[in-house]
């Protein structure tokens, strides 16, 4: 009897352990957040985007001189591969025009009842063609009503009443460690859920200075840019939009435009059609260990000017190269990336102070701030004197010192070619490294005139260059597509 009663006690203790170790498993399970009602109420406001548009290229002859005739689309490599081997082909300017239909996907979500949804710029750029896949699976053409480039946004309109619409957030009461739900259409797989927290707020991309994007470890995939990132509540706070990766596909490192910036934007374009920032007028970079032991700081902060733009509000303010900008309208600027969005939402003709360290001293500017210019002014504004970079034939340019031209031999002064993109250029069979001597019958003087003699040419007939190269001088036939 004492053994029988001893077995059951220890059956009796193990089953109690048993329960025991089970009951903070529960715990933690009841603790995981539950998207199945987000989802739900959300999902039928989230689309799918296609896009199609007719590209004209030259006919190579046979891989690798061609794009390969089976490469896929919708990854982020496509415009990689189709650079790459645009840039490998040989110039040859009798070569014949093929005409194929590109395609893309991405997502997007309805923020008005009557049609309105909002996605990338990058999803529906150059789309001659945009269509809207509903959840009840209808399918709608889409117009443009308008797009910004800088911020990667774009509103579309679809003709159709009654629909489904997200809640617009907050993405300023944003935290990092956050839950939240990203839909989309990764791969054209409709209305996939992927889940995570927010990584880290207010990151800066190389080449996107103009939005503070919130990082994430949600798995985000080509087709889900566009798409709508919500928070617990089920409020829209982000646009899924770029990932950072080596292999193409997700590696954790997700991004998303806040919600309060692209709605932003759709206001600007719904009243005005184009979207206006603020624009200070400097070029800035990070004070490194080196540079701020060099300006006897204590710690290596805020955006060193490297260049004053000619004619710009921070000239009138009297910014000086070599002032380190700390503070902005009263906010701390940590590095040179965190610049560029203060002042790009900060209102035109805005009177800031703005707090510089100069000569080991902190002073306080006043500066109005102005319009940022469009892309080729601005462009035109910080390019180095004496270049020139030409967007109509895809060329970069130089001027020519005493010294090349007394080695090239030449009596006119042309420009150097120090840089070519896939374009006429190219195409005509001009290379880095040749002097452009004439164009159109027209000597060269410098770079600012052959830019100037550019945006003259006649499109859709060809052209002659005169080019001085090593071996001698030659001409070639240049031809601008339609317009």
Do not use: C
């Amino acid at each position: 009897m004492r053994v029988k009663h001893k077995s059951a006690n220890i059956v009796f203790a193990v089953l109690l352990s048993m329960v025991v170790g089970f009951v903070p498993v529960l715990s933690a399970a009841a603790d995981l957040p539950d998207f199945v009602s987000i989802v739900d109420a959300n999902s039928a406001a989230v689309v799918n985007i296609s896009t199609s548009q007719k590209v004209q290229t030259n006919q190579g002859r046979g891989f690798p001189h061609g794009m390969p005739p089976k490469m896929p689309e919708g990854t982020p490599f496509d415009e990689f591969f189709r650079r790459f081997f645009d840039q490998q082909r040989p110039p040859h300017q009798d070569m014949p025009q093929r005409e194929y239909d590109s395609h893309s996907l991405g997502s997007g979500f309805i923020i008005s009842k009557d049609g309105y949804i909002l996605t990338n710029y990058h999803v529906i750029r150059d789309a001659d063609e945009i269509i809207v896949r509903l959840s009840d699976r209808r399918e709608l053409e889409a117009e443009v009503i308008g797009s910004d480039k800088r911020s990667d946004v774009a509103l579309l309109k679809v003709d159709a009443k009654n629909l489904s619409v997200v809640k617009i957030g907050d993405s300023n009461k944003l935290k990092v460690g956050q839950w939240v739900v990203a839909i989309g259409s990764p791969f054209d797989f409709d209305h996939t859920v992927t889940s995570g927290i927010v990584s880290a707020l207010r990151r800066s991309l190389p080449n996107e200075n103009y939005v503070p994007f919130i990082q994430t470890d949600v798995a985000i995939n080509p087709g889900n840019s566009g798409g709508p990132l919500f928070n617990m509540n089920g409020e829209v706070i982000g646009v899924n939009s770029q990932i950072y990766s080596r292999t193409g596909g997700f590696m954790g490192l997700s991004f998303t435009i806040p919600i309060d910036l692209a709605m932003d934007v759709v206001d600007q374009l719904k009243d005005v059609g184009h979207v206006t920032r603020g624009w200070l007028g400097v070029l800035i970079q990070d004070v490194t260990r080196e540079l701020a032991e060099s300006f006897e700081m204590e710690k290596p902060i805020g955006a060193l000017v490297s260049q004053v733009l000619p004619e710009s509000p921070a000239v009138a303010a009297g910014f000086e190269v070599g002032d380190i900008i700390i503070e902005f309208n009263g906010k701390e600027v940590q590095t040179s990336s965190s610049l560029p969005p203060m002042v790009g939402v900060t209102p035109i003709n805005k009177d800031v102070p703005v707090k510089v360290i100069r000569n080991g001293k902190v002073k306080t500017l006043k500066v109005r701030i102005g319009e940022l210019p469009g892309s080729d002014e601005l462009e035109l504004a910080s390019a180095e004197p004496g270049t020139a970079k030409d967007k109509r034939l895809k060329v970069d340019v130089a001027d020519l010192t005493a010294e090349q031209r007394e080695e090239w031999g030449l009596t006119e002064k042309g420009v150097l070619v120090t840089d070519i993109k896939a374009g006429p250029a190219n195409d005509a069979g001009i290379r880095q490294g040749d002097v452009i001597v004439m164009i159109n019958n027209q000597n060269i003087n410098n770079a600012k005139h052959f830019r100037d003699i550019s945006a003259e040419l006649p499109s859709g007939k060809p052209v002659a260059v005169l080019i001085q190269r090593r071996d001698g001088p030659v001409f070639l036939a240049i031809r601008l597509p339609e317009e």
